[in-house]
Every structure is written in structure tokens, then in C-alpha cells.
């Protein structure tokens, strides 16, 4: 009895272990996570299945991040009713200065607070600005990190569109 | 006749734009400026190669070695044996840092090192680096990390852990 309790706790230990250093890579399906936007409201990357999703992580600290902001809103609002949803992970020790930057600078898509656990889902977040495309079957299609070139991003985003423009 | 009030009209803007930044600035910390990395002389910096070759060698003293970027960082990866002082962008975190060294003799050798994001935009490492030589710290370095941590330490094979809380000897 005993002895199955150790088996059974060593492959709990090793699912862990493989769980927290699995890096994400372009072609992986994404890693799943539900957490509450900074407006208390649900936000689960499962349920955007169907939809091509930028998640952003970035923090106010990030002047790069900052620079990307407004654009991926005017994105939100151009491309959403083709499908396109981004979600943001703000990667800031403390909400309230992002309370503070969303109040100056609001964005048309949802903000949740990510943190370490959330990084090593996703490889490890170890430098802003990072952001995936996901695709409508969940899958990593493409991965930006440090500043990028937006309008590669913006082209590579349009051609993913699930729903083309007529 | 018109120049005087023109004149008082530019004060009035002036002053009304230098009360809105002053506002902005205090609402939200991060649009202050800040010192870039830049500003941290090329002979105090050290590269990536280099500092992982001296971490491998017995021969060289170990410095201590500072991280002074942000928590959620430090947390997923960090250098063996750093300490977390930071941020270096913000008041508290640079209190975090004095309180760090502040019983260090002054000529104990420091490497801090950030890498948030690219170095350019890095608002840590300079303010920490002033830090250091204001309190009068003789032997600083810092890691040019040029991309950030990821890129620039991980992904080259230097050693990284997640281990924290280990290293509470301040008497380096």
C-alpha cells in the first residue's frame, strides 16, 4: 500500500515537474488559463476557441509595451468582428499601477494579472514586451518577442483572421 | 503693445502644461523620467560571457551579485546566488537596495543586472547604478544584457534557477 502511495506521489511530482519547465514553442497548443480581468470578470483562454487571439504580456514599466498598446486596441476594434480577441497578461509586481495606466490609457480588450506561475505555463516570461498568436484551434502560430515589427505582426494577424472580410 | 500678453499667455500654458506632467508623473510613476542604461559607463559594464566564464571559475571571487529589476521576474529565473534589490525604478526598491549593502564595506565588488527588456528601454539598472556610487560603492559592474534575460542568459545555457530565499548572508 504503501509502495503504490510513493509511485502514485513520484508520477504526481514528475507531472509537476514536467508541467512548470514545459517551454512553449510555435505549433504547441497554448497553455491554459482562467483567471479575472482587473473588472472582476472571468477571463479563460479555452473559451476563445474559434477565435485567432494575440495574448499580450507586457507591464507598465515596459516602454516598448506601452508604444504597442493603443495599436493592438485600434486591432481589437478594427479586426474583433473577424474574430480577433486580444488578451492582455500584465507581468507587474502590484495592480495598482496598472489600475493607474489602464484609467489614462484605456484598452478594448481584457487585462489580467499574471505572475510567475503563469510565466513558467508559458516557458517563461523573462523579457517584455512577449505576445502569441493563437489560432482558432488553439495552437502557438507565432511567437514576438522584444519590439517588434507591428506591421509584420499586423499582416502575419490578418491572414489568421478566422473570419476574412468580404 | 501685444508682446507682454502674449507673453503672459506662453507663462500661463507653460505652467498649466508643467502642472499636468507634474500630475501625470505622480499618478503614475512609470511616465517619470528615467535615466537610460545607457548612462552607465562602458568600462562598468560587463558581458554575459564573460560574467558565466567567472561564475565557473574557482579562482575568481564571487561577487554579489544584485538583481534589480522586478519580483515576477526574479521569480521565474534568476542568477544562482543573486538576491532580489529591487525595482530600481522605484523609490522603495532603491530603498531595498540600500538597505541590501548597507552594512557592506565599500569597496565589496557588485554585479547588478535587470533585464526586464531590451536595454535601451531598461528603466532599472541605471537608477540602481547611481544608487551604488552615491552611497559610495567603488566596485560596481553591471551585465549588459542587450535583448533581455531570457534571450541574453537562459537560452545561451548560463545558469538560471528558480531558487530563492537562500541567500540571506549580508555580511556579502
Known sequence: MSKSLCWIAAAALLVLLCGATTAT??????PDFARADLAGRPVH???YRGKLVLLNFWATWCAPC???MPLFSMWQRDYGAQGLQIVGVSMDDDVTSVKQLLAQRPVQYPIVMGDAKLGAQFGGVLGLPLSFLIDAQGRIVARYQGESDLARMEAKLKELLPRQRQ | MMQPAITLQSCKLFSASVAVWILMVAMYPALAETR???SVPPADLIQPADFAASLKSSSVPKPL???VGFRTMYD????PGSDYAGPGNMPAGLQVLSDRVSALPKETAIVIYCGCCPWS?????????DKLYGLGFTKVKVLYIADNFGTDWVDKGYPATKDHGLHTDTSR
Do not use: F, M, T
Open chain 1, 25 to 30: 514553442k510555435v505549433g504547441d497548443v497554448a
Open chain 2, 121 to 129: 528601454s531598461c528603466p532599472n539598472i541605471a537608477a540602481a547604478y
Open chain 1, 66 to 68: 506601452r508604444k504597442e
Open chain 2, 65 to 67: 551579485i544584485l538583481q
Open chain 2, 76 to 79: 521565474q529565473s534568476h542568477i
Open chain 1, 45 to 47: 483562454l479555452a473559451d
Open chain 2, 36 to 38: 537610460p542604461a545607457a
